[in-house]
């Protein structure tokens, strides 16, 4: 081993330790990306429903709805924030039946996204519950009442909750 002998060491190992764990880590977080699938799964079925495939586009919501309970999990979300990213779906699902003229079951979708969003309630609630309200041309509730049941909910806002809303609404007419 001569003097310049130093200049002509291998590379350390080090390089191709890091490159082996950041493609570990890589693959774990693709596997993992719970929010990137559900964003998928969303185009597509928005994708879907545009080209008039309503039953492919219902598994591909509960598909996001799917992963956004992976990611909530994962992410120590509370009830209520799981919740809230669950009925946030609920928006575009409503159209599905809305466009089969099934006008109470979507409104049921609308009522459960308004009610997981009460504490942040956006202007587009508002319309959108007015909308699908009066497509369902119902005599004995007004819009107003509809507002004022929702506003008074205070249990967690579950989906069962919102059907038997607008189940009462339907059955009185």
Not at 81 to 97: C, F, G, K, R, T
């Amino acid at each position: 081993m001569g003097f310049f002998s130093i200049f002509n060491k291998k590379k350390p190992k080090a390089d191709s330790d890091f490159n082996d764990y950041a493609e570990k880590v890589m693959a774990e977080f693709r596997e993992n990306d719970f929010l990137g699938l559900a964003a998928d799964a969303g185009h597509k079925a928005k994708a879907a429903v545009k080209a008039k495939q309503y039953d492919e586009a219902w598994g591909l919501y509960h598909g996001q709805k799917s992963f956004y309970m992976k990611h909530a999990n994962r992410s120590g979300f509370t009830a209520k924030q799981a919740l809230a990213l669950d009925a946030s779906v609920h928006e575009e699902m409503a159209n599905i039946p809305r466009l089969e003229s099934k006008h109470e079951d979507a409104l049921v979708h609308i009522v459960y996204w308004i009610l997981a969003g009460v504490d942040r309630s956006i202007k587009r609630h508002q319309q959108k519950l007015q909308s699908y309200f009066n497509r369902c041309k119902l005599e004995n509730t007004t819009l107003s009442d509809a507002e004022k049941v929702i506003d008074a909910q205070t249990k967690l806002p579950e989906f069962t909750l919102a059907k038997s809303i607008v189940s009462e609404w339907v059955f009185r007419g």
